[in-house]
């Protein structure tokens, strides 16, 4: 099944490659789109000041030797086996998982007072944005929320790369 049309133009761009890479890692495709629009917004360049890499925004340890971290196809594998271990870590739970991708899978067993304020805003804007595209809406407020406080930038950049009009 595709995407939802929530995301955005940046997102939607990879959503045939979303799909198979979820039905591939026996993910929705949807969690996954999630955590692409909130790790890089499409942007296969994308790089974070604590060092992760590409599309999904991957820490270099969970990389093999010899591995291009910025190939989409490597980037997705690496990046969804991580969420794929958070998932089973948070018994399933899409909300835990965010936290566990984010914040490291030890987050999921600790108290949410003891997460890093990076993580809880993740999961603030991750969790309603994965219910909208989950249950068929054809809009976010909590996306259009991350976008106006956090993406904005992130998605000109992907954008630009992506060479989207």
Not at 7 to 15: I, M
Not at 61 to 85: D, I, K, M, V
Not at 99 to 121: L, P
């Amino acid at each position: 099944s595709a995407i939802s049309p929530i995301f955005t133009r940046e997102v939607q761009h990879w959503g045939a490659d979303i799909t198979r890479w979820a039905n591939a890692s026996s993910l929705d495709p949807n969690l996954v789109a999630v955590i692409m629009q909130i790790e890089s917004c499409g942007d296969p360049r994308a790089t974070s000041s604590a060092g992760a890499m590409g599309l999904f925004q991957v820490m270099p340890f969970h990389f093999r030797f010899g591995e291009n971290p910025y190939n989409p196809e490597t980037n997705a594998l690496r990046g969804l086996e991580y969420l794929s271990r958070s998932l089973a870590a948070a018994n399933g739970d899409p909300r835990l998982a965010l936290a566990g991708y984010n914040g490291g899978i030890g987050v999921i067993t600790r108290g949410e007072w003891t997460w890093a304020a990076e993580t809880k805003r993740y999961v603030r804007y991750g969790a309603p944005i994965y219910e909208d595209a989950k249950n068929g809406a054809v809009t976010s407020a909590a996306l259009e929320e991350w976008h106006r406080n956090y993406g904005a930038n992130l998605c000109k950049q992907a954008s630009r790369r992506l060479g989207l009009p």
